[in-house]
């Protein structure tokens, strides 16, 4: 069975780093031709993909976010992590990690983590 587990802090000053951890069980994080990926969703506001780190190491984000993104991965532990820059009361969010594997259309996320509540606020 897989499952997901975001880690990280849960309150934040604005101009703070944000930085989480998701590990991961059931499923290798190196395993074809899976996408390791950190989606949030704003109070009142729909998901926000915002990037993601293949089971090569590959990275993408969401140009939205990009210049103050990071996601890398430790394949000894199993797990991925998102450091995201200069966070201001607009990054308030649940921010969650999913599997995310290609289709023919797109991307499908299998399974999720919980979902970590990050308060960005002075």
């Known amino acids: 069975q897989v499952q997901l587990q975001e880690s990280g802090p849960g309150l934040l000053k604005p101009s703070q780093t944000l930085s989480l951890t998701c590990t991961a069980s059931g499923s290798s994080i190196t395993a074809n031709y899976y996408y390791w990926t950190w989606i949030r969703q704003p109070p009142g506001k729909g998901l926000e993909w915002m990037g993601a780190?293949?089971?090569?190491?590959?990275?993408s984000y969401s140009p939205s976010v990009k210049n103050r993104t990071s996601i890398s991965r430790d394949t000894t532990k199993n797990q991925f992590a998102l450091q995201f820059n200069s966070v201001t009361p607009e990054d308030t969010a649940v921010y969650y990690c999913a599997r995310g594997k290609p289709t023919g259309w797109g991307y499908e996320y299998d399974y999720w983590g919980q979902g970590t509540q990050v308060t960005v606020s002075s």
């Open positions: 780190i293949s089971y090569s190491g590959s990275t």
